[in-house]
Structure formats: C-alpha cells, structure tokens
C-alpha cells in the first residue's frame, strides 16, 4: 500500500545551523511531492514541492532533493531561524489523486 | 492568511450534541477537502468534494456528514460524536482534484467531545 512516513519525529538545531528532515515514501508510481509547514494553532502551510522529473528544487532558503532510487525525500533549511521552528509534513501525489501523508517531523531552533 | 478560513476555531461539545463546522474558501478551487488530524498521526483525508460533487468518502463514521452547497463552502454536521473524535479539523482546498496539485489549509477546528 502507500505510505509516507519520516525518519526522525523530532530534530533540534542551533540558530543559523543547517537542518535536513528526511522523508520516505513506498509508492513508486508516485510523481508529486510536496513539503508542509505546520506552526502550533495553525493549519498546514505549503513550503515547496518537486515532481519526478526533478531530482532538485530550490526555493528561499530551502532546497527539496528527490531520490526516486531509495524512495527519498528531504528538505534542507539553510540558516535555520526561531521562526522555522514547527512541524513539517511530506506528502506524495497519489494513484488516487490525493495526497497521503507523512506524521511529521517537529523542527525546534535553539537560540 | 491562506483564503481558507474555518469556523469556528474551537468547539466542545457533549456526545448526545449536534454541531456543525464551516469552511470558506475565497480563491475559486473547485476541490475542497476535509481531514482530520490526531496527535501522532498523519493527516487522515476524510472526504473530497469536486464542483459541489462527493467523489471520496474515505470510510468515515456516519456521525459525520459532509454538505457542500456550492464550490466556495464546505460543511461537517457532527452528531452523537465519541470522545475519540476529539482532534483538529482541517479544511482545505485545491484548484482541481488531483495528487499533483498544491493544498491550502484553513486553521483548522479544534474540536474536544466531552
């Protein structure tokens, strides 16, 4: 079945550190990928996405890598901030034509 | 702000209440979703709503009733909820349904069943 789940459930970095937040997915018929923000009273806020045909996005400040061999996905925050701090969610472009999932990784900036 | 917005943004309720929750979206999507998020878990898609149209219901309890009168507005009737139902609702919206396309999220319903 399809599946999306990440590495790690929580990442603490320092303030101007670097973060990577990994992202497995199963389906391999997949060809969306998208990554979420989500801040504490919030709904979840579109970062960036990147479709099969792509193995590199970058947008302001993050970078999206796709490696379709391992099923991979990861986001790189470059000069990590406090306002970073959050959940981020992957999700996949389904077979259905939904997007599924991941539980989310909770980023924490340490000044 | 996304142009998604949820009302309201908290609610309890008792199990033998009915109350409903309400989505508007201001940016002329055509597909309109609700999901439900627990603590630990994924975001579980609970039904799809395309140009007024049903097309998933993704086996939900029947104590949960989507309307969707027209492309702008989405509903969730609540009735004789669990207290497992307690989570945060969330609505969101795409231009048109399809794995491909970028969501966005309202705030969400943070709904607690006593």
């Known amino acids: 079945g399809e599946s999306v789940g990440l590495h790690l459930p929580t990442l603490s970095v320092q303030e101007g550190d670097n973060s990577i937040i990994n992202c497995a997915y199963s389906n391999s018929a997949s060809d969306y990928f998208i990554w979420y923000k989500q801040e504490s009273g919030k709904g979840p806020q579109f970062i960036i996405d990147i479709r099969s045909n792509m193995d590199k996005r970058q947008g302001q400040r993050v970078t999206v890598l796709l490696n379709k061999t391992v099923k991979h996905l990861s986001l790189q925050i470059a000069a990590t901030q406090p306002g970073d701090s959050a959940v981020y969610f992957c999700?996949?472009?389904?077979?259905?034509?939904?997007?599924?999932f991941g539980k989310g990784t909770k980023l924490s900036v340490k000044p | 702000e996304t142009g998604v917005t949820q009302t309201p943004r908290h609610l309890v309720m008792g199990m033998t209440n009915k109350k409903s929750l309400k989505c508007e979206q201001h940016?002329?999507?055509?597909?309109m979703y609700w999901y439900k998020q627990s603590a630990k878990k994924p975001l579980e898609l609970m039904f799809v709503?395309?140009?007024?149209?049903?097309?998933e219901n993704n086996s939900v309890p029947s104590r949960f009733s989507p309307e969707c009168p027209n492309s702008s507005h989405l509903f969730l009737h609540l009735h004789t909820l669990q207290p497992e139902d307690s989570a945060l609702y969330l609505c969101?919206?795409?231009?048109?349904?399809?794995?491909?396309?970028?969501?966005?999220f309202g705030p969400g319903t943070r709904l607690t069943v006593t």
């Open positions: 999700a996949e472009g389904g077979s259905q034509g939904n997007l599924i």
């Open positions: 709503y395309n140009f007024k149209e049903q097309t």
């Open positions: 969101a919206s795409s231009q048109e349904i399809k794995g491909r396309d970028e969501q966005y």
């Open positions: 940016l002329g999507h055509n597909a």
